[in-house]
């Protein structure tokens, strides 16, 4: 075998591993959501047996994985649902609230972290005067998108505490990006309305 037969071997393979690794998450994403979406819109009493199956009532008793909300941005006609948590495998099967933030409706800083190449790809396309619908078990609330920007990871400033309703949607940038993206982007909406409340 010749070095340039041997050489477009392992080029053959690794295009092939490509291919699985990002069909693999692309799955992953799919299957995530839908799980998400089931305990979502059809929730059981929380026993000891079904907690990873439901979205708690109380959004501060969420468990890690949990779905807590459901993410709608209507100009881009996109629907998520959103789990507790920022792990990674709470990140494969949706975009996760980061702990410790303001849960949706609430005075402070709700921050939702997602990837770009799954969940979050469709941020690319989101502009200032976006509205942003979460949607819990305590109503629907309306966030509208004040402005975007691009961050260092070295800038924690979306994380950051508030004295009012915030929402922030982060992701990793470039959304196009072979490899571990450098940068941040961050869409930062401020709460416009409650849409609906539980009677």
């Known amino acids: 075998m010749t070095v340039k037969n041997l050489l477009s071997g392992v080029l ?8 699985y690794v990002g069909g693999h998450e692309l799955y992953d994403s799919r299957a995530g959501q839908a799980e998400a979406a089931r305990a979502f819109e059809q929730p059981v009493p929380v026993t000891p047996e079904t907690r990873a199956a439901t979205h708690p009532v109380n959004l501060h008793d969420a468990a890690r994985g949990d779905t807590v909300a459901k993410l709608k941005i209507p100009r881009l006609d996109t629907e998520l649902y959103v789990v507790e948590g920022d792990g990674a495998k709470e990140l494969r099967r949706g975009p996760g609230h980061l702990a410790g933030t303001a849960m949706p409706g609430e005075d402070g800083n709700c921050v939702i972290a997602g990837h770009r190449d799954t969940h979050f790809r469709v941020l690319k396309d989101i502009r200032e005067g976006d509205d942003i619908i ?66």
């Open 134 to 199: 979460l949607q819990t078990p305590a109503g629907q609330f309306l966030y509208r998108v004040k402005r975007t920007r691009i961050v260092s990871p070295e800038n924690t400033s979306a994380l950051a505490p508030t004295s009012t309703a915030e929402l922030n949607l982060i992701t990793c940038y470039p959304f196009y990006y072979v490899g571990s993206a450098p940068k941040r982007f961050i869409v930062q909406a401020k709460l416009a309305g409650s849409v609906q409340r539980p009677s």
């Open 12 to 19: 053959i393979a690794g295009g092939a591993f490509l291919l």
